[in-house]
C-alpha cells in the first residue's frame, strides 16, 4: 500500500473530519477504491480522527471478502454497494453528524429537498440554486446486509447521486475521488445546517 496517494488523501481527509467534529467517538467510516476489484476501509471500532495507513483494511467489492482476515468497518457493505453501483465513484466517507442525525429524524419523507442554496453547487453537476436536489432518506437498520440491499432495489428505479442518508444515524457519500467526495461532504453539511435552522425559525 505504500505509495497509494489516495490513501495518503483519505487519511488527511480522516484528521480533518475528525476536526470538524463529524464522526464523534467511534462513529463513521471512510474508504477509497484502489481498483475494479478492490477498495480500502477503515477498521472497525477506531477513533476515525486519528486513523493511520496501516488501519485501512483491504476488502473485495463484489463479496466483501476480507483477504488479511482483519476487521473493517460494520458498514463496509455500504460502501462497496456504491463502487459496486457507480465504477467512476473513488471514495466514500460516512459521517455522523448532529445536523444530519436530526435532520434525517425530524424529515419523515422518503428523501431531504434542498433548494434556493448557492452551496447546492457544490455538488457535481448542479449549477443553480434553482434547481431541487433530493437527498434520499432511509430508515436505519443494523442488519447492513439488509440496508444495502433495500438502497440496491431503490437505486435501481432512482439512481443515487452524491449520498444518502440514514435516518437518526447519518450521511454517506462518494466522489470520484476523495478531494470531490469532501468536497460533497462539505457542501452536504453545510445544506444541512441551513436547512435545520430555516427550519427552526420558519415554525417560531
Ligand atoms: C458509535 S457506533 C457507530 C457504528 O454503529 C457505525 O454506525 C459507524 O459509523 C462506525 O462503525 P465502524 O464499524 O467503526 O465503521
Ligand atoms: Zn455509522
Redesign the pocket.
Known amino acids: 500500500m505504500t505509495d497509494f496517494l489516495p490513501l495518503e488523501h483519505l487519511v488527511a481527509a480522516c484528521h480533518w473530519i475528525g476536526e470538524k467534529g463529524w ?1 464523534p ?5 471512510m474508504s477509497v477504491r484502489q481498483n475494479a476489484e478492490y477498495c480500502l476501509l ?5 477513533d ?1 480522527g486519528s486513523l493511520t495507513r496501516d488501519d485501512f483494511i483491504q476488502v473485495e467489492i463484489a463479496t466483501n471478502s476480507v483477504p488479511s482476515g482483519r476487521k ?4 463496509t457493505g455500504l460502501h462497496t454497494l456504491i463502487y459496486r453501483l457507480f465504477p467512476q465513484a473513488g471514495a466514500v466517507l ?1 459521517t ?1 453528524t448532529v445536523n444530519s442525525t436530526v435532520l434525517s429524524r425530524v424529515e419523515r419523507g422518503s428523501a431531504l429537498l434542498l433548494s434556493g442554496y448557492e452551496m447546492q453547487k457544490t455538488l457535481a453537476g448542479q449549477e443553480t440554486h434553482l434547481n431541487t436536489v433530493a437527498i434520499p432518506l432511509f430508515d436505519n437498520d443494523q442488519d447492513i446486509d439488509a440496508l444495502a440491499q433495500r438502497i440496491e432495489a431503490f437505486a435501481a428505479e432512482t439512481p443515487l447521486q452524491y449520498g444518502f442518508l440514514l435516518r437518526g ?2 450521511l454517506t457519500c462518494w466522489g470520484k475521488d476523495v478531494n470531490e467526495a469532501r468536497r460533497h461532504l462539505e457542501g452536504l453539511e453545510f445544506l444541512f445546517e441551513c436547512e435545520l435552522q430555516r427550519r427552526l425559525l420558519e415554525t417560531q
Do not use: D, L, M, V
Not at 477503515?42 to 477506531?46: P, V
Not at 473493517?72 to 458498514?75: D, G, Q, R
Open positions: 464522526a467517538a467511534t462513529g463513521g467510516n477503515s477498521a472497525s471500532g477506531k476515525k473493517p468497518s460494520a458498514e460516512h455522523h444515524h447519518g
